[in-house]
Every structure is written in C-alpha cells, then in structure tokens.
C-alpha cells in the first residue's frame, strides 16, 4: 500500500462495508479452487461489493467470481470484462523501453538528461535503469489529500509534462540515485517520454503495436482521456464522503494523470496473455528478458522490484518457488497478476474497493497465495502491502 492509500483511509474516518451475501461462480471447479474461491468470498465479507479472478493452470482454464458487478443492478461480476489495471501499464511500458534497448535504440545506463535534457530538475544523473526498478530516488508524490478529492477531480485533464512537474519541482530526491528503492509513478511518466521521444509516436500507438497487438490483448487499450471502461468486469466503488454515505461509482474516470503509470483498461484473460507472452520470452529478447528479473528489496518485506516486475519468493510446499507479475490500485479497482517463472500456472485477481478498503486489498492478494500454496500454507514472506497505482 503507497502512502496515498493510506492518507486515504486515515481520513475516511471509518469505512462502511458492502455486506451482501456472497456469491461464487456456479461452474463445477477442481477441489484445489475452494481456497481461491474461500478468497474471493471473503474479500465481499470485508467490503468489495464484487471479486473476479481468472486462472490458467495444468487444471485448464477457470474464472470465479462473487459479490455483485454492479450495487444498482446486483447482477453478478463478469469475470471476462474489462476494468482498470492500473500499475500494470508499467509492465507494458517497461516492456517496451527492454525492447527499444534490444534494438539499440537506448541503453539502460543511459542518462535521462542526456536522452531528455530539461525535462528533470535533478543535477544527479538517473539512468533509464533506476526509472525502470524504482531506484531513481525521484519520490512518490500523493495525488489526492481527502477521499474526497478523489471524486472532485476526476474529470481533470493533465498532461504528461504536468505529471513530471507536479512530481519533481521543488521535491528533492529521496535518496542518490541507485541507492534505495522507492515506488513512483513519476519514474514511469518520464519512460512514456522516452519512448515517444525515441519513436517519434505517441506512447497510446507505441504500446499498441509493440505490445498489446503482439501479446493478443484483444480486449485492452489505452485510454488515456476516454473515461470509461467500455465492458466493464464489474463497477468499481469508493467510500469517499465519510462512513454514512453512500458508496461512490468511480468506474467512469478521467486518468490522464496516470499516462505512462497506471492508465490500461484490460481483462483477466488478456493479462494472463501477456505475462504468459513476456515470461516465456515472446516480446523482449532473452538478454533484457534476464535483466527484467533482476531485483532488488523493495523496502516492503517480500515484495522485490525488477524492471517493470514483481517478486514474490514463496515457500517450500507452494506451486512454485517465486511467482511474478505485478500489482495496480486505482479508484475503484485493486489488482493483482501474479504467475509461476515459467507462467504455466497464471491468476489475475481483481476486487471492486480499493483505496477505502485495505481488507479487500489483502482478500485479493490471499486470492493469489490461495492458487499457489497449499490450504493452510503460510506464506511467510507475504508483502505486508504494495505500493502501487
């Protein structure tokens, strides 16, 4: 959880929680989905009004689902529709960048200000590396101060020179560059330059054609000032005009600010696709693919950061030894995508309350260890929370 999420729940003064009944998937699913499904039910309990996952393993392909798509309509999620994934449009850029540096185009040591003079304030050199894996020491900025604001500025246009400069000026470094790691979505605003710069393309037609059309993300895109989810999985809810009222439909969303960091519109099936694509080695080559999994601690015990990647290490006894993807929280939406090294076991897991309702963030990510780990397997590394948008 960034600082944000928890600025935000701190101020909400207590939240309400949905507590319809619970309703799971009516398809006949193999024994070993009772804890996934146990998960999903629980993140309605504590206050989603709806969870969906997806699932491709050696058992084949399932979805699951429980809690309403839609508090005005109660009908049930539609785990094959779309819905924000947020941070992990940083996983597709990053994909992206890895690309232009198997082309030659730009090398991780590569300074920003030499490939993108002006756009920083910082006199320490950051490389296009340190952007990558959140190790440039250029700090979180939050976006919001009230829950509130969260609904007063969704309509609110910005552009990616803006996000750079409300994240930079006047906020120095948190640390010399390459000598600790902090999340930053402004990291990620500067790659989308760098990519256009290097492309001469707009970041939107970039990722398109290098990785959403190659992966087969048939049902994804980047919306950038389009503000709905065209087919949405389920609508995404915050409680953000205190505990007595009512829940706030944040589905329909204004997300420029999040341009190059959290701005995709995808399905379960379209990540598992991806990761499935980017961890077997069909989109960047096997050199950046080796160094996308290199890592470093995150400052959250459990969690390590590579380039555009998630690293969990899991116990003896689990599905696998680590997994990978990545996590997104946006208004509305929290996600996690997680897959084994070699993405022959895949689940994507979304709940539909996220910044104001932290018990739902960690029902989704217990959905996660659900799939890989025996019922009753501690998982002892298990990130406290994830610092994500």
């Not at 398809?27 to 709806?50: E, N």
């Not at 990545?326 to 997680?338: E, I, L, R």
Request: glycine share 12%.
């Amino acid at each position: 959880m960034n600082r944000v999420v928890r600025r935000a729940v701190a101020l909400a003064a207590g939240t309400v929680l949905f507590t319809g009944a619970a309703v799971t998937s009516a398809a006949a699913v193999p024994s070993s989905r009772a804890g996934l499904r146990a998960a999903l039910d629980g993140a309605v309990a504590v206050g989603s009004p709806g969870a969906f996952a997806g699932v491709l393993d050696a058992d084949g392909q399932w979805y699951g689902h429980s809690g309403v798509g839609s508090l005005a309509e109660r009908g049930a999620p539609r785990p094959r529709g779309q819905f924000r994934a947020g941070s992990i449009t940083k996983t597709v850029v990053a994909t992206a960048v890895l690309q232009l540096v198997g082309e030659g185009r730009v090398r991780l040591e590569d300074r920003v200000q030499d490939r993108l003079p002006g756009l920083l304030p910082y006199a320490e050199p950051i490389t296009v590396r340190q952007l990558l894996q959140h190790t440039s020491g250029i700090p979180f900025t939050e976006r919001w101060d009230t829950p509130a604001e969260i609904d007063s500025t969704r309509w609110r246009h910005q552009t990616p020179d803006e996000t750079i400069r409300e994240g930079t000026e006047g906020k120095p470094l948190s640390f010399p560059p390459g000598r600790g790691a902090e999340y930053s979505n402004t990291n990620y605003a500067v790659l989308g330059k760098l990519v256009e710069e290097l492309t001469g393309r707009s970041l939107h037609s970039e990722l398109q054609r290098r990785v959403l059309d190659r992966a087969g993300m048939r049902d994804s895109y980047l919306p950038y000032r389009h503000p709905r989810v065209d087919r949405p999985a389920a609508r995404g809810y915050e409680w953000l005009h205190g505990p007595d009222a009512a829940p706030t439909d944040v589905t329909d969303y204004e997300m420029s600010r999040f341009w190059g960091s959290g701005n995709l519109v995808s399905t379960v099936d379209d990540l598992n696709r991806f990761f499935r694509a980017l961890l077997a080695g069909g989109l960047v080559p096997a050199a950046q693919a080796a160094e996308m999994r290199g890592t470093v601690p995150s400052g959250i015990a459990g969690l390590e950061f590579g380039l555009g990647l998630m690293r969990i290490p899991l116990p003896p006894g689990c599905a696998a030894p680590e997994i990978w993807g990545f996590n997104g929280s946006v208004p509305g939406y929290h996600t996690w995508t997680m897959h084994s090294p070699d993405a022959r076991r895949q689940v994507t897991v979304v709940v539909t309350a996220n910044l104001t309702s932290p018990p739902a963030q960690d029902a989704a990510l217990g959905a996660v260890f659900a799939e890989f780990c025996p019922a009753g397997q501690q998982v002892a590394s298990r990130p406290g929370a994830a610092p994500s948008r």
